[in-house]
């Protein structure tokens, strides 16, 4: 399944990623900002377990999310923001890495690099901002499949309607949270109106 976001802070923050005037440094940030609440929107049924802390009126019981269930897992570059943003969040969740190039000729996905923790039991956090023609995400999704993930669900923050389809219908599996299904995917496979290159937006490299 997917759920796009219909929080309009989310929205306001996504159109700033379009504005050509967003430097890079605050396209990290407004990255990171969306991926907290996208994160938030994502883990509201996740299990929690009690907890028992001491409060300044003593000892009690309290509900806290399960954070060792759950594996952060980037896609490298554009996702990195998305993981710092997480992290001060959830500080002491496990991290894992896929590093993957979309071949601008073929739209092929390529993976240079993973570091993955184990996956048994547990429910992993798949974070990549953009979904053009959904390759990327796939592939991604297939190599945790093949590390016996759990569970598996996405954070992005733009999304083609063919891409989005493409994922929903490759892993019916996978719950999808995205801020925003845009128009279309252009000729050049590039989300419109998008924001560009979102590696490129975020690293000052275009
Ligand atoms: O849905 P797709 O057609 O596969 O395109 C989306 C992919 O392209 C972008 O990464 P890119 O390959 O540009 O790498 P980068 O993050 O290093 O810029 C983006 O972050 C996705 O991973
Ligand atoms: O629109 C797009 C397509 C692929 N990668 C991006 O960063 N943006
Ligand atoms: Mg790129």
């Known amino acids: 399944m997917y759920k796009e ?3 309009v802070v989310v929205k306001h923050l996504v ?3 379009r504005d050509v005037r967003t430097t890079s440094n605050e396209f990290r940030l ?3 900002e969306i991926s907290r ?3 938030s929107e994502a883990l509201n049924d996740f299990p929690t377990i009690t907890q028992n802390i001491n409060t300044w009126q003593g000892a009690l019981d309290v509900e806290v999310i399960e954070v060792q269930k759950l594996v ?3 896609i490298l570059r554009a996702g990195e923001p998305m993981l710092t943003g997480i992290l001060r969040t959830l500080p002491y969740a496990k991290s894992g890495f896929l590093a993957m190039k979309r071949d601008e000729e073929t739209s092929l996905s390529k993976l240079f690099y993973e570091n993955i923790p184990n996956l048994e039991n547990k429910t992993v956090i798949l974070l990549d901002p953009m979904v053009a023609t959904g390759g990327s995400l796939i592939d991604g999704i297939e190599y945790l499949k093949s590390k016996n993930a759990k569970k598996i669900i996405t954070l992005n923050i733009i999304g083609s309607p063919f891409g989005v389809k493409k994922v929903t219908e490759a892993h019916p599996d996978v719950d999808m949270f995205i801020a925003q299904i845009d ?3 252009d000729e050049n496979n590039y989300i419109r109106p ?3 290159d979102a590696g490129d937006r975020a690293f000052n490299t275009h």
């Open 5 to 7: 976001s219909t929080n």
């Open 15 to 17: 159109n700033r990623l």
């Open 30 to 32: 407004t990255i990171e």
């Open 37 to 39: 609440i996208l994160a």
């Open 72 to 74: 952060l897992i980037p």
């Open 183 to 185: 128009e279309r995917l």
């Open 194 to 196: 998008g924001l560009g």
